[in-house]
C-alpha cells in the first residue's frame, strides 16, 4: 500500500513539473513551426485573436489613430523577412544594394516584386502550398507579440530586437541576429521595412471593420516595421510608411504569410 501510494504522489509530482516548464518556456519556443520544402523558410503560427491596433503610448503619428479593436484569424508567418538567398533561389538574381550575405533580408524590391514572388514560389511548391503577403492587422498584431503592449516587437529596446540607425552601421545585417518578439519572430523592428497587402490611407484607421480589416482604396501600399537607417521611433510596432508600389528603396523587403492549415 505504502509503495503504491508512494507511485501516484510520483507520478503527481512528475506531471505538476512537467506543467511548470511548460508554462516557464518562452512564448516563442512552444510556437507551432513549418518549413518551406522549396526554399527552406521557416514559418511560425500566430494564434487567432483581438487587440488594440494604432499607439498605445501616446506617442504616435497622426495615421496611427484611432485605436481600436481589431480580430485576426490565425496565420502562419515567415520567422524571419525573406532572405537574398531565399530570394534568388525562385527569382534567379538577387536585387539588393546590400549584397554579400544570402542570410541578409533582400532589398530594393517593390510591392510589385514582393507580389510576383510570392505568386511564384506558390507556383514551385506545386499546388500544396500558397503565399501571400500579410496584411497591415496581421502584421502589427505578430509584431506586438500577439497584440502586446509593446512599443518594439519584443519589448522597450529598441537596440535588443533591431537594427537601426544607432547601431545598423548604415546597412542591413543577417536575419535573427537580434532577439525575438514573444512568438519567436525575428526584425519584426528594423532591418528592412516589410511590405504588406494593404493600400496606404491616412484615415484608415477610422474605416477598419473588426475582423480581418483590409485597406483596398488609398495611394501606394504601407510598409512596416522600420529599417537601418531609421531612428528608434520609426521601428515601432505601430509606426506605418507608405511608398509607390512600383518603388524599389533599399530600406524595404518582404515577409511572407503561408496560407495552410491550423497546426
Not at 90 to 102: D, T
Amino acid at each position: 500500500m505504502r509503495r503504491e501510494f508512494a507511485r501516484i504522489v510520483l507520478t503527481m509530482l512528475a506531471v505538476c513539473l512537467a506543467a511548470a516548464q511548460t508554462l516557464a518556456a518562452p512564448a516563442g519556443a512552444r510556437q507551432a513551426a513549418w518549413t518551406d520544402p522549396v526554399t527552406g523558410m521557416e514559418f511560425v503560427w500566430v494564434p487567432q485573436g483581438c487587440y488594440k491596433m494604432g499607439d498605445t503610448f501616446g506617442a504616435a503619428e497622426s495615421d496611427e489613430k484611432p485605436v481600436h479593436e481589431v480580430c485576426v484569424d490565425g496565420f502562419w508567418l515567415g520567422k524571419t523577412p525573406v532572405t537574398q538567398a531565399q530570394w534568388t533561389q525562385v527569382m534567379g538574381a538577387n536585387p539588393s544594394k546590400f549584397k554579400g550575405g544570402e542570410k541578409n533580408p533582400v532589398d530594393s524590391i517593390s510591392w510589385d516584386d514582393a507580389k510576383r514572388y510570392a505568386a511564384k514560389l506558390s507556383t514551385l511548391s506545386k499546388g500544396a502550398e500558397r503565399y501571400r503577403l500579410p496584411t497591415e492587422a496581421e502584421w502589427e498584431y505578430a509584431c506586438r507579440s500577439g497584440g502586446k503592449h509593446e512599443m518594439f516587437a519584443g519589448g522597450a529596446d529598441a537596440g535588443k530586437v533591431a537594427w537601426y540607425n544607432a547601431n545598423s552601421e548604415g546597412a542591413t545585417h543577417p536575419v535573427a541576429a537580434k532577439e525575438p518578439n514573444g512568438l519567436g519572430l525575428y526584425d519584426m523592428s528594423g532591418n528592412v521595412f516589410q511590405w504588406v497587402e494593404d493600400m496606404y490611407e491616412k484615415e484608415a484607421y477610422a474605416r477598419h471593420g473588426r475582423n480581418n480589416p483590409v485597406q483596398t482604396t488609398g495611394w501606394g501600399r504601407v510598409a512596416r516595421g522600420g529599417w537601418w537607417g531609421g531612428e528608434a521611433n520609426c521601428v515601432r510596432c505601430t509606426f506605418r510608411c507608405y511608398q509607390s508600389d512600383r518603388c524599389k528603396p533599399a530600406s524595404t523587403g518582404m515577409r511572407l504569410v503561408r496560407l495552410g492549415q491550423n497546426p
